[in-house]
């Protein structure tokens, strides 16, 4: 009310708070008090929506297109934001609806969110996620070309989930790439596993 009933300053200020900003990984002491999360001890981890998903993936391949309006595109493979492409309402397949994005048909108040086999299908198996790996891996070899194995893992790491490496994950890496054979194979191989984790689509 102090505000003038501004939603914007009300956004602020829920934004800024300390529970707001708290990660979804949580202390022993708040596992301990709060099982079930109902006193919001901790963030709730939750996935990412499927256009931010699908904008990920373009982005740290390094294909993204961002530029601003124009008309919608009908093609799947687009490289423009995942905000132009054109929702169909007969469409009940592809990667939004898999996803989980708004449903065309009916108006709803917020999106339901599954976590079912097809989704993690996809990543693994599917011809454009592979490709957005073969991208990532180019990306690899032109920015850190004479880099060790830890260093491109490290590498990315950065990249993809905007950290560093434990020496832990680096050592399963560096394992991994041992035991793939061949380095370039081996190399995109391990990209397309980090593009298949969990940390990739999750907000922790």
């Known amino acids: 009310i102090r505000q003038k009933w501004s939603l914007k300053q009300m956004h602020r200020v829920i934004l800024l708070s300390n529970t707001y900003q708290q990660s979804s990984v949580a ?7 709060d099982v079930d999360n109902r006193l919001l001890s901790r963030m709730p981890r939750r996935r990412l929506e ?9 982005m740290v391949s390094g294909k993204l297109d961002t530029r601003m309006g124009g008309v919608g595109d009908r093609d799947p493979q ?3 934001r995942t905000l132009y492409q054109m929702t ?11 996803f989980d994005s708004a449903d065309p048909t009916s108006i709803v108040e917020k999106r339901t969110i599954s976590t079912i086999a097809p989704q993690a299908l996809y990543f693994l198996n599917h011809a454009w996620t592979q490709e957005q790996a073969k ?7 032109t920015e850190a070309p004479q880099s060790s194995p830890a260093e ?11 950290r560093k490496p434990t020496a832990e994950e680096v ?17 995109q191989d391990y990209v397309h596993l980090l593009l298949c984790s969990n940390e990739f689509i999750y907000i922790d």
């Open 27 to 33: 202390s022993p002491i708040a596992l301990a008090k």
């Open 50 to 58: 499927s256009e931010a998903i699908r904008d990920s993936l373009l």
């Open 78 to 80: 687009s490289q423009r």
């Open 88 to 98: 169909l309402r007969s469409e009940k397949s592809g990667f939004c609806p898999l």
């Open 135 to 141: 991208f990532v891996l180019a990306r690899l070899q």
């Open 152 to 162: 491109r893992i490290t590498w990315l790491y950065t990249l993809l989930f905007a």
């Open 171 to 187: 050592s399963i890496g560096e394992q991994f790439l041992r035991s793939e054979g061949k380095e370039p194979e081996a190399l």
